[in-house]
């Protein structure tokens, strides 16, 4: 919200005592601070530096932490994971953060996906099916099956079928490698390095005759095989196909890890190697851990190693599951038509269900667990390219954590369609299980060039506000082993925003954290407010990562929803005015949803059907395309006329409604929050009070009407900014009963709207404010730079002009804070001025006679000077901070004395002598230092410094 207007309408602030919401808004809880990833780096660890680190945090507003350990090209360190002295680390890090009031989280092994560790053997990794194939004809004896491929010298026999071979022998089944979860197949034939589950719909081509296996003819010749491999069996007629099947590890292994803790990854579907895991590492945490506060969570992040199809007794677990054995249909994995295109399809379908059960349970689930059983909290990415439905999973989640990229310094609307799903579906896992905190990685970067700062990181923040999410965990603050005179010190390597304390505006961004901090502390309050409800039904055996352009935001407007997996169905109900209503643990949730949609349906279960018909025969509004078969191979026959009976009777007869119709349904409903483009919205119910926040999703200024589906409530304007409210000073209410209210937004601002006291006005109607310009401060200007980095004599600057176009290198090179200096001649310090510093790249403390009027972090920078004034002289200081660009770049011009990396010349294969030491730097040589470089010689050079023009502003009241 335009600044100068909370200024000017200062007087209509409510005098007082506060609720306690407002309360929590003013002055956030600890719990509403965003959060930030912690990353010791390769074993380059230091407890002294810990602390320094730590008490930055504390100091400047993060609230809490989640350790990492990795290694992305960064020489060891000397503390190696899992060691004696790499625990101790840990637990100081614990204690300090205890002592600071810091929460903290740790992920759950070395590197960032999954759950991996050097001890780890093949026995207990991930597992899946291989095989070798041999044609046989009759007379043929003694034949020796070839061992299928093994990975790391690990291999284990299954089974041997063998069946007459079909004339069309090359026939396969559209995309088997990717229903039979071949992640490893699918790469080699598709280059695709991450197996989505996008291929997983059913094909309905038939199969040509001569390529068809009948089920009654593989014969299982496990037996007739030795230990050898030789088969003591021939056919008696004819040529067959003999297929040795067996099991070996996936080779996933937990990435990246440090210097000696890259391992295999533990079996997802076994509880057993769990416990083992437990045993060699998390419970040595857990022992240590239990002394400090601040020690609650565990994480496990985003799921980025694969599929397995098998583990031991897999074959039990599936004929426990899907009512069949599994041994004969193996045919179906290889790709090839057991008995129809239908049969294998079920079969595969049935695999995948079996897998995506088996890793919902001993891995996701069993973790969970073990972490309540320790008075642990779980906190989940639960979402990936792996077996297992991510909407399920993440409803186990006592901290469900999306994540979200700005790979573009100033192009924050460049959004991933994938990240978007994750977004809604992770913060939807907390809507439907009445969760309060929803997570978000936030500001990855892949190139972490230190060109981020707060003002451009805004908009993409708000819209993670706007999807749901209520705790930004930034990504990333790595571990500065350091000394302090080694600046911008440690990264994580090439990635993130670099939130760390010696990144230049790291100190000036407190003001940005409060302003988190207040819009999270309403949004972890109260309810999220959906108009629909998504599921996500039976078709694919599992959905492990929604990236479809199935629904887009644009298709919604003035709505919002919720999504998950079809295992909600059986939580809905509908209540007395015909609305669909959620339950988690026999507690009914308050939210509302006007109706229900079903997508990925071509397959569906009759039990879906049937609950899907109950609940339109109570009244609730459902769309869903009309299913074509059921899924599962036992029982097809019946299960199929069941759902035929189901289809006439509630899809035929029109009572369930196709997606085609979806489009009107929408536009039936009134819209919650009605606003122009490029704008996004939050609303949330906190007891009977309703708060809408609304983001300007641009870098302009611009005056919007945005309309609220509330009547006979008073509008008011809660500045998360400033934690300053006021009535709203124009609204009006429209003709069909909803509330109009006049917003007047700045560059990448937001506003919360909040509806609280009852009123019988129909309209408000007041002048409208703005400042103009009092008189321009002209004139000399005496800036000092900080030595380490620039002049080491204040410089006179007769005009405003940037630091990069300055003749002086030191100064054009500068990346640091600078004062500016002057004396400003005030007539009447009674006067409503502003100072307007025009345009600052890219932060500004201000202080006027010592008074500090704090930091200017967005535009417009402008301060009010109430107070601050006195007639005649006044001693005005302007600290501006700019960015690291252009000192690297500067330094890159320089000798360094570290040795960069064979594969990777951004990175060293060792430190310099001085980084290290903490030695002088050699004469001549770069006076920075990161583990990873970005920039080259006679890079572009980023606008810095204070440009203005500097102008003293007044109120205005514009008739």
């Known amino acids: 919200m ?71 090209h960064t020489p060891h360190g000397g503390v190696y994971f899992d060691s004696k002295e790499f625990h101790s680390a840990v637990e100081y890090m614990l204690a300090e953060a205890s002592r600071l009031g810091l929460d903290v989280s740790i992920k759950n092994h070395s590197g960032w996906s999954s759950t991996g560790a050097a001890w780890v053997t093949p026995e207990q990794s991930m597992k899946k099916l291989v095989w070798s194939e041999k044609k046989i004809k009759a007379g043929q004896n003694g034949i020796r099956l070839e061992q299928p491929k093994a990975l790391h010298d690990f291999y284990r026999d299954i089974a041997v079928l063998a069946f007459p071979t079909p004339d069309d022998a090359d026939y396969r089944l559209a995309h088997w490698f990717e229903k039979a ?6 790469k080699e034939r598709t280059g695709e390095k991450k ?129 069949y054995d599994l041994i004969p249909h193996l045919v179906c994995v290889t790709g090839r038509i057991l008995e129809s295109t239908e049969t294998s399809e079920r079969v595969l379908w049935d695999l995948r269900r079996t897998a995506a059960d088996l890793v919902y349970e001993n891995y996701f689930l069993y973790f969970t667990e073990k972490c309540h059983q320790n008075g642990l909290k779980m906190e989940l990415e639960s979402y990936g390219w792996g077996p297992f439905e991510a909407s399920r999973v993440a409803q186990l989640a006592d901290i469900p954590v999306t994540e979200f990229w700005q790979n573009k310094a100033h192009d924050p609307w460049a959004d991933a369609l994938g990240f978007q799903w994750t977004a809604q579906m992770m913060s939807s896992a907390a809507h439907l299980t009445g969760r309060k905190v929803v997570g978000a990685e936030a500001y990855t970067r892949m190139k972490g060039d230190w060109k981020m700062h707060p003002y451009v990181m805004k908009i993409r923040g708000d819209r993670a ?45 407190k003001v940005w954290k409060e302003y988190i901090a207040r819009c999270q502390s309403i949004f972890q309050q109260g309810e999220y407010v959906s108009d629909f409800l998504y599921l996500y039904g039976d078709e694919r055996g599992f959905n492990c990562f929604y990236k479809e352009k199935e629904l887009s935001e644009p298709w919604l407007p003035g709505h919002k929803f919720n999504m998950a997996d079809i295992g909600t169905l059986d939580r809905l109900f509908v209540d007395k005015n015909g609305n669909v209503r959620v339950t988690y643990k026999g507690k009914t949730l308050p939210n509302v949803y006007e109706m229900l ?37 036992k029982d097809a026959e019946k299960n199929d006329a069941a759902l035929n009976a189901l289809l006439k009777k509630y899809w035929d007869s029109g009572k369930i409604r196709p997606l085609s119709d979806l489009d009107a349904g929408i536009k039936a409903i009134t819209p919650d929050c009605e606003m122009a483009d490029k704008m996004q919205y939050a609303h949330h119910k906190v007891g009977d009070a309703d708060f809408y926040f609304v983001s300007n999703q641009t870098y302009d200024s611009r005056d919007e009407k945005v309309t609220f589906r509330i009547a006979g409530r008073l509008p008011e304007l809660w500045n998360p900014e400033t934690g300053e409210t006021m009535p709203a ?17 700045d560059p990448a601002d937001s506003i919360f709207v909040v509806f609280r006291k009852p009123t019988n006005q129909t309209e ?53 804070t600078a004062s500016y200096r002057k004396t400003v001649a005030v007539s009447d310090p009674d006067a409503e001025l502003v100072l307007d510093l025009g345009d600052v790249q890219i932060m500004a403390r201000v202080l006027v006679n010592g008074k500090d009027l704090g930091v200017l972090w967005k535009p417009p920078f402008r301060v009010s000077l109430s107070g601050a004034l006195r007639k005649g002289k006044n001693e005005l200081e302007i600290r501006v901070t700019n960015l690291w660009v252009n000192r690297l770049i500067g330094d890159a011009a320089l000798p360094e004395t570290g040795k960069r990396s064979k594969w990777k010349n951004e990175a060293y294969e060792r430190f310099p002598d001085w980084v290290l030491n903490g030695t002088a730097i050699p004469e001549g040589h770069r006076h920075t230092f990161a583990p990873w470089n970005h920039y080259d010689k006679g890079g572009e050079l980023v606008p810095s410094g204070l440009l203005g023009p500097v102008r003293l502003m007044k109120r205005v009241e514009l008739p």
């Open 729 to 745: 000073p124009n609204w009006r209410r429209t003709k069909d009963g909803r509330t109009q209210v006049d917003l007047e937004f």
């Open 181 to 186: 979860l071949d992640g490893h197949l699918a």
């Open 2 to 72: 335009k600044k100068s207007l909370f200024i000017s309408m200062a007087c209509l602030l409510a005098a007082g005592a506060r609720g306690e919401v407002e309360g929590s808004f003013r002055s956030p809880p600890e719990s509403a601070r965003p959060y930030t990833f912690y990353h010791f780096m390769n074993g380059n660890i230091s407890e002294p530096a810990i602390t320094k680190d730590l008490e930055a945090f504390a100091a400047n507003g993060i609230g809490g932490l989640s350790l990492f350990e990795i290694n992305w």
């Open 195 to 323: 197996m989505s589950d996008r291929n997983f719909p059913p094909s309905f081509d038939k199969a040509p005759a001569d390529g068809v296996i009948a089920l009654e003819e593989v014969l299982d010749l496990s037996g007739k095989m030795d230990a050898s491999g030789k088969l003591n069996w021939s056919p008696k007629s004819g040529e067959w196909t003999v297929i040795r099947f067996g099991s070996t590890t996936t080779g996933e292994m937990n990435r990246p890890a440090s210097d000696g803790a890259n391992g295999l990854e533990i079996d997802k579907m076994s509880r057993a190697v769990a416990d083992v895991y437990w045993e060699k590492f998390l419970d040595k945490i857990v022992a240590y851990g239990k002394g400090h506060r601040a020690f609650s969570t565990f994480l496990i992040d985003s799921y980025e190693v694969g599929h397995q199809n098998w583990t031991d007794g897999f074959d039990l677990e599936f004929k426990k599951r899907a009512g």
């Open 597 to 633: 949609v079903m997508k990925r349906t071509v397959l569906m279960t009759p039990d879906t059907a049937k609950k899907l018909g109950a609940l339109v025969e109570e009244g609730a509004s459902v769309y869903c395309d009309r299913p074509i078969r059921t899924p599962r191979l």
């Open 465 to 509: 506000f706007a999807r749901g999410i209520n705790r930004l965990i930034f990504h990333s603050a790595a571990h500065n082993p350091f000394p302090d005179e080694v600046k911008p010190g440690m990264t994580m390597g090439q990635f993130g925003f670099q939130g760390a304390r010696n990144n230049t505006w790291f100190y000036g961004s």
């Open 764 to 816: 408000k109607v007041s002048p409208k404010i703005e400042y103009k310009e009092a008189g321009k401060i002209t004139g000399d200007w005496t800036v000092t730079f900080d030595p380490t980095f620039g002049p080491k004599e204040p410089q006179p600057f007769r005009e405003l002009i940037a630091w990069n176009e300055h003749s002086n290198e030191k100064i054009k090179h500068f990346s640091g």
